[in-house]
């Protein structure tokens, strides 16, 4: 894990709805690119990424070499719109080999709490039914009225995706409440 970087932290904390949530800490690799994807009163989110997926081959998508991560909040009727594909209801083991798996819909691996923030795991169905997220590792936390995501990109052996997702969880700045 590296410090993000001190233009990405400012451009994060410029938003209104993900103050809270912008990463201290993102996966280690030589440099990253930031962007918001989406910025208005009641949706916002960034993208922090390096490197270009190589798709049927996802030991080679661990940092350095690609890093992908996506911080989204959500208010009112957008927060449906965070998680755009079907969600399989009953829990699958977050276990190695996932990401080699065919997949049409999200698998919901279960409930979290890490740092003081409840969410639910969810690895998104592949680009293009994934969306922004697809083939990635979804935090997925409710808190008032607002619905926020963390996401990274996942890899093999996904279970170290798993322990570095939570790693930038675990780094977020602590919440007001």
Do not use: K
């Not at 208005?40 to 996802?58: K, T």
């Not at 959500?74 to 065919?102: H, K, W, Y």
């Not at 979290?112 to 680009?127: K, T």
Request: aromatic share 8%; glycine share 6%.
């Amino acid at each position: 894990m590296m410090d993000t970087p001190r233009e990405a932290q400012v451009s994060c904390r410029t938003g209104m709805l993900l103050d809270e949530w912008c990463p201290r800490r993102l996966p280690r690799t030589p440099s990253y690119t930031s962007r918001w994807v989406v910025r208005s009163a009641v949706r916002e989110s960034i993208e922090f990424h390096n490197g270009a997926a190589s798709p049927f081959y996802p030991e080679r998508d661990r940092p350095p070499r690609v890093a992908h991560v996506v911080v989204e909040a959500a208010t009112g009727n957008r927060q449906q719109r965070l998680v755009p594909f079907t969600v399989e209801p009953i829990p699958s083991e977050a276990r190695d080999g996932l990401m080699r798996a065919r997949r049409t819909r999200g698998l919901f691996l279960g409930r979290v709490s890490w740092s003081g923030r409840d969410g639910r795991l969810i690895l998104a169905p592949p680009y293009p039914a994934g969306g922004l997220h697809g083939d990635h590792l979804m935090f997925v936390s409710r808190q008032s009225d607002a619905t926020y995501v963390v996401s990274l990109h996942g890899w093999e052996p996904f279970r170290e995706s798993v322990d570095t997702l939570r790693a930038i969880l675990e780094a977020l700045p602590p919440q007001s409440r």
